[in-house]
């Protein structure tokens, strides 16, 4: 079956700018996690979805934000880009969340000059 | 959440057998214990999950002592592909995944 997919896989922007990243879930799955890594902070929460609700939030600021649509797929925004915001963006879908396995995309890596 | 330890870095030769011990002390009683390999510029992998007493897939094995205040990934004659950073995750349904640093195994020739 189809894995996660996440657009687009490459992304620069301009300090101020906002970006959307899409993420879509391994088919029949209903969560959908948001991860940001970077070197010096390594793999960090930003929320997760479960079924159109936000379910869990990380310890980000209000730019950073996202949503899921009725078949699951799930979108991120992060308004007024700072360049600490360049990171790799990982999208995770699972069947339910919690302990089930978790099925990681490719990422999006996001670079703001 | 159960906070893990584990490790910065490790290094093994081909063919060889590798042990990766992880530390949660303040395990709750419905975490699992997980394991996630991660290549660079790539996403997490899952590897492997327990609750307690000794897990073997295709891959690795995970053994948990009878406290489950820690456990330990086992990775049966490694090879230069599982050179890759390894995540140690317990948590529980409901909550999301927590990575901390993960290790770093480096497999030499």
């Known amino acids: 079956k189809a894995g996660v997919t996440q657009t687009p896989r490459y992304l620069i922007k301009t300090r101020g700018q906002q970006v959307t990243l899409s993420c879509s879930p391994i088919?029949?799955?209903?969560?959908v996690s948001w991860y940001q890594q970077t070197p010096g902070q390594g793999l960090q929460f930003l929320f997760e979805y479960f079924s159109e609700t936000q379910r869990n939030k990380g310890n980000f600021p209000g730019r950073f934000s996202g949503r899921q649509f009725s078949n699951s797929r799930s979108e991120m925004n992060v308004s007024t880009l700072e360049l600490g915001d360049s990171a790799l963006y990982l999208c995770?879908?699972?069947?339910?969340?919690?302990?089930?396995?978790?099925?990681f995309g490719q990422g999006t890596r996001l670079t703001v000059v | 959440l159960a906070k893990t330890t584990q490790p910065i870095s490790m290094d093994s030769y081909e063919g060889q057998e590798v042990n990766i011990t992880c530390s949660h002390n303040?395990?709750?009683?419905?975490?699992?214990i997980t394991w996630y390999q991660q290549f660079p510029s790539q996403g997490p992998r899952f590897i492997i999950q327990?609750?307690?007493t000794k897990v073997t897939n295709e891959v690795a094995s995970l053994f948990i002592p009878a406290d489950r205040k820690s456990s330990t990934l086992s990775l049966p004659r490694v090879s230069l592909s599982d050179t890759a950073v390894y995540y140690c995750?317990?948590?529980?349904?409901?909550?999301?995944?927590?990575f901390g640093g993960g290790t770093r195994l480096m497999v030499k020739p």
């Open positions: 327990g609750y307690k």
């Open positions: 995770a879908s699972s069947f339910a969340g919690g302990n089930t396995e978790a099925f």
């Open positions: 995750l317990a948590y529980n349904a409901g909550n999301m995944l927590t």
């Open positions: 088919s029949g799955h209903r969560s």
């Open positions: 303040n395990i709750a009683t419905n975490d699992y």
